[in-house]
């Protein structure tokens, strides 16, 4: 039986900077592919009308998205409306539950801080807007085991948990949609998809830029919390879970949970945390800023198929460069012609651009067996994503496809690996901006560190 599609879709924080940087482009996409044409309400305290709500749209679509498409924002701008209120006020949500009309499935997207999640929830369910509704929450889905489990209970309270739809936005990219895709298309891949064949996995997420002006939510944050916790443990999930046995989404995240509960809780010697000098100077950071902006971690997985496989985790700003890659590195065989830290391995570029590639050694020209490595690209685009991450999880959204959120069991899961290392339990360590951050030979690959491609 087919979900239900909601009829009208709410999203609160309408004045706010993620709608201004990427909820109007995507509203604007999903209008145009077809898979938006139902009410569409804005809910903000800066006493606006909806005429400016829909100024600051179209301001989106030129500073942030693909620039005004004509039919489509006409047709976004005749579905827009706008409450302006508090939202510890009730009757802000008085005033949404009669602009709400005939609806009876809305979808309420919370693009809010995060302190504000329990209020908001609560006053939906007190108002009648949560009844046969459906909430979409923004990351992060608490700030460690404690608050994350108090959060689902404020969610639950109001809504069930199929009605539940957190979101990663990684999750929604194409290359990690792809990274799942190629992981169970291919029987190739399979028989060499475990621990007799995989000596370690490196996963990089790197930013050559800095906090960019949001000092004050990283002191809250700090990148294990920002980035480790939810995207790079979801991508290896994806790199590692074993063949859901159906498509639907709840087998594939059956299949997650299972990774995330046979990782243990990290161990602060397996964790390096670095700051870029600089960062204290920040606006909104403290002066003794003890919050990190790297991290480089080993953890293992005790299944029986990643049993002996070191995983690495890297992530941090003011980095040489901007990407994220995965490297996926093969044990070499066992008369090697060459250096054993030339092996062959599996790459698989998230961002800035999508490539999976495979690196393979052959023999230079010549008398002696001396050889080279070679990269055979298997699948490279650079024309940007057809269908961007948040138009892709809205739009399921709305549908009631939840397989690319995650789960109440699945957060909680991923918190316990990083609860034990939150804070300032493993030292912060300085490092200059355009380097590789702090450096230990507990979190340094025996072969050191893959250098994810500049391009």
């Known amino acids: 039986m087919s979900a239900t599609h909601s009829d009208a879709f709410v999203f609160f924080g309408a004045t706010g900077d993620l709608a201004y940087k990427k909820i109007f482009p995507a509203l604007q996409a999903m209008i145009k592919h077809g898979h938006l044409d139902v009410p569409v309400i804005g809910v903000a305290k800066s006493d606006w009308t909806v005429e400016d709500l829909k100024k600051r749209a179209r301001d989106s679509l030129t500073a942030h998205g693909p620039g005004v498409d004509k039919g ?16 510890k006020d009730p009757g802000t949500f008085q005033t949404l539950r009669k602009l709400l009309g005939d609806a009876k499935h809305p979808a309420h997207y919370l693009a809010i801080p995060p302190g504000m999640f329990p209020v908001v929830v609560e006053q939906l369910g007190k108002s009648g807007c949560a009844n046969g509704a459906r909430v979409i929450v923004e ?16 969610l639950m309270s109001n809504f069930d948990e199929g009605s539940i739809y957190r979101i990663d936005h ?17 029987a190739f891949l399979e028989p060499v998809w475990n621990n007799h064949y995989v000596r370690s996995i490196q996963i990089t997420m790197a930013e050559s830029f800095g906090v960019q002006g949001r000092g004050a939510f990283y002191e809250e944050a700090g990148t294990i919390r920002d980035v480790v916790q939810n995207h790079l443990l979801q991508v290896l999930a994806v790199l590692t879970m ?7 989404s709840e087998s594939i995240r059956n299949e997650k949970v ?8 990290l161990e602060p010697a397996n964790v390096v945390r670095g700051q870029f000098r600089g960062y204290r100077e920040e606006k909104g ?22 049993k002996g496989v070191p995983v690495y985790i890297r992530a941090g700003k003011c980095l040489p460069m901007t990407s994220t890659e995965v490297y996926v590195e093969l044990d070499a065989p066992p008369a090697a012609y060459d250096d054993q830290c030339t092996p062959n391995y599996w790459r698989f570029r998230v961002n800035p651009d999508m490539a999976i590639a495979l690196g393979t050694m052959i023999k230079k020209p010549g008398e002696k067996y001396n050889g080279e490595e070679v990269e055979l690209t298997l699948s490279q685009y650079a024309d940007g994503d057809p269908m961007a991450a948040y138009e892709r999880l809205l739009s399921d959204a709305m549908q009631g496809d939840s397989t690319l959120f995650a789960r109440e069991d699945s957060v909680e899961a991923a918190w316990r690996i990083v609860e034990p290392v939150l804070g300032d339990v493993v030292p912060v360590e300085s490092y200059e901006p355009n380097t590789w951050g702090p450096q230990s030979d507990a979190v340094t690959p025996p072969c050191g560190w893959h250098v994810p491609a500049s391009s």
């Open 242 to 248: 074993e063949p859901p046995s159906s498509l639907d």
């Open 170 to 186: 990684f999750l929604g990219k194409e290359p990690v949609q792809n990274l799942l895709y190629f992981r169970f298309a291919n």
């Open 258 to 265: 299972k990774i995330f509960k046979a990782i243990p809780p």
């Open 72 to 87: 489509a924002f006409d047709k976004l701008c005749s579905l827009l409306k706008y409450v302006d209120g508090d939202y």
């Open 285 to 306: 950071v403290a002066a003794d800023s003890q919050v990190e902006t790297f991290v480089a971690l080993r953890l293992h997985i005790d299944s029986w198929r990643w």
């Open 139 to 154: 990351k992060p889905f608490g700030r460690d085991l404690a608050s994350a489990q108090a959060l689902n209970k404020v």
